[in-house]
Every structure is written in C-alpha cells, then in structure tokens.
C-alpha cells in the first residue's frame, strides 16, 4: 500500500487493501477458507520458521484478518493488532498473555458485567486476584497497589456509569512500579480517544459495537507493541478465539465508514444528553461530554468526542423503569451498543445482573439506572421518542 493515509477515513478506506492479485476484485474476497495450501513442503517449513510470511490455518491467521489489524494499529497509532472472536476473547487473551499464577490485577467495579466476571468469578480459579477500587481516584489506586500487581485493567469512560479515568496519570503511576496499563477503549473508540498515546501499554476492544456498527458481528481485538502481540498471538492460537471468515470480512467491511458514523454518534449523543439533562422526570445524566459530568475537563483533554452512549438515572423505581422502556419505539430495547440502530437497556435487568449488589453499589449501577446506546437515525426523531416515553409512562 503506497498511499498516503493521513486522515480516520482515509486509513479505514485504504489501510491493508488492495486489489485481488488473482482477479482484480477491488473488494477483497471473503477467505472463507479453513487451510492454505502450498506450493512445496519445504515452503510450509520456511513460514513455521519464519522466514517467509503467509498463512498456514485459520486459527493461527487469516488475510482477512491481517486487513482489519492494519486498520486497527494505524487508527490507534499502534505497531500493531491482533483480531478475535469477540470483546472478551480479546480481554481475557489480553490480560492472560501478561500475567501467571499469583499475580494482581486492578480495576474497577463499573465495568462491562462480562469483564467483571472473569475477574471476579473467573481468573481466581487460576491464581488471579482482582481489587476493583475507584480508579478516579489516585490515592484509592495507588494504595491498592502490591508488589505482585501486574496490570491495571481500565474502562474508560466506563460501562454503565460514563466515568473518566486519567489515562496518562494512571499510566505514570503504574510504570513507576513496573505495572502495565490496558485499556477497554470500546466506548471511545480510536475516533474519539487514543490510550496508547497516552501512555497505556495496550488497548482491546469490542469489535462487535462502534467499529463494526451494525449488530451483525461479534468480533475483539487486541492493539500494542509487536512485541506484546506478539505474546497475545501465542495465547489466542492455544485458547482458540478466532473470527470466522466471513465475520472478519464485515467488520473490515463496516469499519470503511467507522469515522462517518462516529461523528453523527457523537452529535447525535451531545444532543440526547442535554435534552435528558433538562427532563424533569430525568434524575441524572451521567455523559462525558455534559458540563455537570464529574470528569468533564478530563475528558475533553483526553478525548476528541463523546460518543453515542449515555446512561441515566430515572426518578422513582422498578415500576418506573419498566413504563419507560416498555413505552420507547423507534429505540430497541436490547443489550450491545455502538450500533446504528438506538438501543435501550436496564444495566441490572441484563448486562450487570450477576455483578453483587456491593459491586453494584460502588459502580454507581443502580435499579432506576438506564443505559442509552444513541443511534445514527434522525436525531429529532430520537429526542421525540425518548420524550414521548417519559410523557407516557
Ligand atoms: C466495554 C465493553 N467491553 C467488552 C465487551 C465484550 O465484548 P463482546 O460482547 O464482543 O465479547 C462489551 C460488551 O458489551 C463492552 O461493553
């Protein structure tokens, strides 16, 4: 690839793409293939040891996927990535890579209700401890620190509750005692924040929200040094996480217009916030990109947009709840989010349901807590649904 590829979409457009060579096709066909062949027995050799470069088995690699990682190392300002199955296969890897029997983690208790349970349920039967602390707080976090923590894992802006942790402190901090930093930059994305620029060691990702968008593909990725990858790469072909050809193929394919729909989510977003903030049935918003947010100032230094997630606190209970979702109607009420289409859930109902309620409470995760995936429809028709159901209910 010998064009210059300085902007978003620019890099999600042409990075890791060229014509078929076999055929010319401009897109790239969809490897939906479980082996590669080759020429000589001597060439299978040489990429088992290295010296040549190529594909030998889906599990190990496939060129589908080598499009996605080039996107996806160019867009963090990463050496480079890897692609998996999903979000989780990309965290657990990611942390299993780096860590063994014995050691400490460190995150916190506002986090995706999946990552919350490896940590909590999960990793400890492999000799893995967690201390989920407030890592907005600095002196929480530090003092959380031991001499077996390993890796600071971190959500930010977090899933459900949007806080904002500072990346670059939280990056000094751990280096200073030899801890590497890994981000959960689903929420973000590369659009609107870069953790390794900051400083953080590594990012994942859940492929299956904003960077493929169309709730069609579960898929993860892992983005880093070479070197780091090259650690998560030995762990993923043991563990197993790939994509499917044909997967890999749609989130390449949905990410060419991941920068357009950023930008819409990110209006869109701005736009449903302040709308919620002055809603008298409305508690809360809890938004990143609102002047009342606690860590507004940090995030617009670390962050370039707010993105289409937000998450509110409706006034009254249970009953509440349940007569405004069950009143919205162009939202759909469903678990994921980063999609096009807007999407409506009840963090406790779903997402954060086996999370224990002292979890919960330290997370902020509350019954009358709402999260709101902000689509890229219309946004006045957005704002009228969402107006329509808390009038009605
Ligand atoms: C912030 C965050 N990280 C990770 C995941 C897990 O991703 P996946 O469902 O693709 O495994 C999710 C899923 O909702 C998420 O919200």
Not at 27 to 45: D, G, K, L, R
Not at 48 to 67: F, L
Not at 165 to 190: K, M, Q, S, W, Y
Request: aromatic share 6%; with cysteine; hydrophobic share 40%.
């Amino acid at each position: 690839m010998t064009k210059a590829l300085r902007g978003v979409n620019s890099i999600l457009i042409h990075s890791g793409e060229c014509p078929d060579p076999t055929t010319g096709s401009v897109v790239p066909p969809i490897y939906q293939t479980t082996t590669f062949a080759f020429p000589t027995n001597e060439s299978m050799m040489d990429l088992m040891e290295g010296k040549s470069e190529g594909y030998i088995y889906t599990r190990y690699g496939s060129p589908s996927y080598t499009m996605v990682e080039s996107k996806l190392a160019a867009l963090e300002g990463a050496q480079s990535a890897l692609v998996l199955a999903s979000g989780m296969a990309a965290t657990s890897t990611a942390l299993i890579a780096q860590t063994k029997s014995g050691d400490h983690i460190i995150s916190h208790a506002d986090i995706y209700g999946g990552s919350f349970g490896l940590f909590h349920d999960l990793l400890p039967r492999f000799g893995l401890e967690t201390s989920f602390v407030d890592v907005t707080d600095l002196r929480q976090l530090e003092s959380a620190i031991h001499p077996n923590t390993r890796v600071i894992f971190l959500e930010t802006p977090s899933n459900p509750t949007l806080r904002v942790c500072d990346i670059t402190a939280i990056a000094e901090l751990a280096h200073a005692h030899g801890i590497r930093v890994v981000v959960d930059n689903t929420f973000a994305t590369p659009y609107n924040q870069k953790p390794l620029i900051l400083g953080a060691d590594a990012v994942v990702h859940s492929g299956t929200k904003y960077l493929n968008g169309h709730s069609d593909v579960m898929a993860g990725a892992i983005v880093g040094t070479t070197a780091y990858i090259n650690e998560c790469v030995n762990v993923f072909r043991k563990l197993g996480g790939n994509l499917n050809g044909i997967d890999a193929w749609l989130l390449n394919r949905g990410m060419k217009t991941f920068g357009l729909r950023m930008a819409r989510h990110n209006q869109n977003g701005q736009v449903v916030a302040e709308y919620l903030a002055t809603h008298p049935r409305v508690e809360k918003v809890h938004y990143p990109g609102l002047r009342s947010h606690p860590q507004h100032d940090l995030a617009k230094q670390q962050m370039a947009g707010f993105g289409g997630v937000l998450s509110i606190e409706l006034k009254g209970g249970q009953e509440e709840v349940n007569r405004f979702l069950n009143r919205v109607d162009l939202f759909t009420r469903a678990v994921s989010l980063g999609s096009v289409e807007s999407l409506i859930t009840q963090p406790v109902a779903a997402v954060h349901y086996s999370v224990p309620d002292s979890y919960r409470q330290m997370g902020g995760i509350t019954t009358n807590l709402i999260r709101i995936s902000v689509g890229i429809e219309d946004v006045e028709d957005i704002v009228e649904d969402l107006d329509q159901a808390l009038h009605n209910s």
